[in-house]
Nanobody, 122 residues
């Protein structure tokens, strides 16, 4: 019914930049919150940057000043501009969205994208 499609991952040298995109497609009423998480091998999945349902932005302390989240509501798309990348940023980055059903607006659930690999070489 709803799909989150990520793109933009890849291999980059330390200090470089990447821009991730996530587009929500399918049938839904609204997107209440949307953002990015990441998971490195052997690590727990962690929040990177999200737009909350209250329209606020939360960043992980480790990425503040380096990453910027933005959105294009007309395209149902969020972006993550990553600059000054470090090897410790290497992870699979997942898009997440809290979406209300087109059939019943009170039904809300989290959707996850398939993930996109970001690798930062030292």
């Amino acid at each position: 019914q709803v799909q989150l499609m990520e793109s933009g991952g890849g291999l980059v040298q330390a200090g470089g930049s990447l821009r991730l995109s996530c587009k929500a497609s399918g049938s839904f009423f609204s997107i209440n919150g949307m953002g990015w998480y990441r998971q490195a091998p052997g690590k727990q999945r962690e929040l990177v940057a999200v737009f909350t349902s209250g329209a606020r932005i939360n960043y992980a302390d480790s990425v503040k000043g380096r990453f910027t989240i933005s959105r294009d509501n007309a395209r149902n798309t969020v972006y993550l501009q990553m600059s000054s990348l470090k090897p410790e940023d290497t992870a699979v980055y997942y898009c997440n969205a809290d979406i209300a059903s087109a059939v019943d607006h009170n039904i809300r659930r989290d959707y996850w994208g398939q993930g996109t690999q970001v690798t930062v070489s030292s």
